[in-house]
């Protein structure tokens, strides 16, 4: 059964970091283009970024370009995301997905979601 366990978030002072984890069970990781989007009430969910099969190819969408770095091991069926210099701005649920093609800013071409992680920075 595929699942996406995401973990990590938390509450954090504005400037500070948090690292979100995403471990995959069901499938192989490295079969996959893997990415983190955002959500925050009453809004669509946003692109945050994505990275490809080795992990050599990374690509971000405007809200963490400079201070997200998305990342993975496959050998540990896990990706992560790296947060620094937080801003209240980046207060959200923070979702890992598995795509399975087409444009990959698009939530669209994701079929695989986890249940999210809150992030809360604080002023």
């Known amino acids: 059964q595929v699942q996406l366990v995401e973990s990590g978030g938390g509450v954090v002072q504005a400037g500070g970091s948090l690292k979100l984890s995403c471990v995959a069970y069901?499938?192989?990781?490295?079969?996959?283009?893997m990415a983190w989007f955002r959500q925050v009430p009453g809004m669509e969910r946003q692109f945050v970024a994505n990275v490809y099969w080795s992990g050599t190819s990374t690509h971000y969408g405007d809200i963490g370009k400079g201070r997200f770095t998305i990342s993975r091991v496959n050998a540990k069926n896990t990706v992560y995301l790296q947060m620094d210099s937080l801003t209240p701005e980046d207060t959200a649920v923070y979702y890992c997905a598995r795509s399975y093609g087409g444009n990959l800013i698009m939530s669209s071409s994701y079929d695989y979601w986890g249940q999210g992680t809150q992030v809360t920075v604080s002023s």
């Open positions: 069901g499938f192989r990781l490295e079969d996959y283009v």
